[in-house]
């Protein structure tokens, strides 16, 4: 397999990609990550994340959330709409869970899913902007922005913000991106999460 060849590549080194990344370590399969930022850890984001309890233990089998702490407890949750009849109120204990989520710092947590990345195998290109992606009966063919040559995976993971029209221009964030023929999203939507075959 050539350097441009790879069982897997994903699109987006967010949380998501990031972690799939590190969760398919050591399983065999030669993973390329691409994010179109300069770099993955931005420590300094200063956003903040609410994310459920199940999301701290897929962190923790990959060994990142004692990285990403300290992290808010969301102990209850008040669910009711104004002016409307009725509310639900959800609580950690009523379930036997220390928590319903937590409060979490993204930059914190890019940085964590970084560091957890560097020693995880995956290949990572950043600064790595998808410009087409073309499918066919086997693999898939992706290229992208930082050094226009063309790298083709078994599979490939990525996601579209929002559902393209069929027998229309892509809607999505690739704006001008024309429809192949009888498809409804375009190539670089990548119909969600298209493979090319099975892993």
């Not at 060994?63 to 609580?91: D, K």
């Not at 892509?170 to 498809?183: D, I, M, T, W």
Request: aromatic share 4%; charged share 25%.
């Amino acid at each position: 397999m050539s350097e441009r060849e790879h069982d897997l590549v994903i699109v987006g080194g967010g949380s998501v990609g990031a972690a799939l990344a590190i969760a398919l370590s050591g399983s065999g399969y030669d993973v390329l990550l691409l994010e179109a930022r300069p770099q993955l850890g931005a420590a300094g984001d200063g956003r903040t994340l609410a994310m459920s309890y199940g999301s701290r233990l897929t962190l923790q089998r990959l060994g990142a959330w004692s990285r990403v702490e300290p992290a808010t407890p969301i102990r209850s949750i008040h669910v009711s709409q104004r002016g409307g009849f009725g509310r639900a109120l959800l609580a950690a204990e009523d379930v036997g869970l220390p928590a319903l989520g937590y409060v979490v710092s993204y930059g914190r947590l890019q940085k964590a899913l970084s560091e957890a990345l560097a020693t995880s195998g995956t290949t990572l290109h950043a600064g790595a902007s998808v410009d087409d992606i073309e499918l066919s009966a086997d693999r898939v063919a992706i290229r992208f922005q930082r050094d226009d040559q063309e790298y083709t995976a078994r599979a490939l993971v990525s996601h579209c913000r929002r559902r393209c029209q069929p027998g229309r221009t892509c809607r999505c964030r690739h704006k001008g991106s024309r429809l192949p023929s009888g498809s409804h999203r375009c190539n670089r939507c990548n119909l969600e999460a298209a493979r090319a075959s099975r892993i």
